[in-house]
Every structure is written in structure tokens, then in C-alpha cells.
């Protein structure tokens, strides 16, 4: 079985900045891709970052110059640092990590998700 766990939200004013944080754990032969997607009350989920084994990152134009996707291939984490956020960005943020796991495919695996507030 897989883990992937998030932390490092809550609540900042706008303007301001947090860095989330995800971290796959169990039995793990690799990791390719690994993404922020974001889901707000009453909308769809969608797309925040991606980033694949190799470095190449991938975002959504409503994040682009204000969030940087990266991650440590060592500890199987991905990391979001988000500046000079907005109400908008307020949502639920779920990690995602496409893992070739114990049986030997490559499988999607979700986390909990943590919850992101942009408020004054």
C-alpha cells in the first residue's frame, strides 16, 4: 500500500504565502509525475502544477510567476511553494503521484487533501 500525505496548509492573508508539502510513503519502485490539483465549493477539481521525474514542471495559467512546483526524488516529496496568493486560490489542495508501486504498475495515488484560506 501507498501513502501520500499533505501538509502545510492553512490560513494566510492575501498576499501572502505557504508551502505545502507531499510526501509518498510504502512500497514504492518509482515515482513519474507528481501534481497539485485544487477543488473550491461548488466548483470542479482542476489543475494547479505538475512536475515529472525528469524536472519538467507544467502550470495552470491562473498560477503562473506566483507558484513553483519541486521535488526531492530522495524522500518521494513534491512541494508547492505559493506567494502572492489571492482569495481565488482558496480551496482544498490534493496531492497526486502516479507510482509504480508492490505490484509492479504505475498507479494513481491521491492524498487527503489540506485545506488552503486566503482571507484578511
Known amino acids: 500500500q501507498v501513502h501520500v500525505v499533505e501538509s502545510g496548509g492553512g490560513l494566510v492573508q492575501p498576499g501572502g504565502s505557504l508551502r505545502l508539502s507531499c510526501a509518498a510513503s510504502?512500497?514504492?519502485?518509482?515515482?513519474?509525475?507528481m501534481g497539485w490539483y485544487r477543488q473550491a465549493p461548488g466548483k470542479q477539481r482542476e489543475l494547479v502544477a505538475t512536475?515529472?521525474?525528469?524536472?519538467?514542471?507544467n502550470y495552470a495559467d491562473s498560477v503562473k510567476g506566483r507558484f513553483t512546483i519541486s521535488r526531492d526524488n530522495a524522500k518521494n516529496t513534491v512541494y508547492l511553494q505559493m506567494n502572492s496568493l489571492k482569495p481565488e486560490d482558496t480551496a482544498t489542495y490534493y496531492c497526486?503521484?502516479?507510482?509504480?508501486?508492490?505490484?509492479?504498475?504505475?498507479?494513481?495515488?491521491w492524498g487527503q487533501g489540506t485545506q488552503v484560506t486566503v482571507s484578511s
Open positions: 497526486n503521484a502516479a507510482v509504480r508501486d508492490g505490484s509492479g504498475s504505475y498507479r494513481q495515488y
Open positions: 510504502g512500497v514504492i519502485l518509482s515515482i513519474r509525475t
Open positions: 512536475i515529472t521525474s525528469g524536472g519538467v514542471t
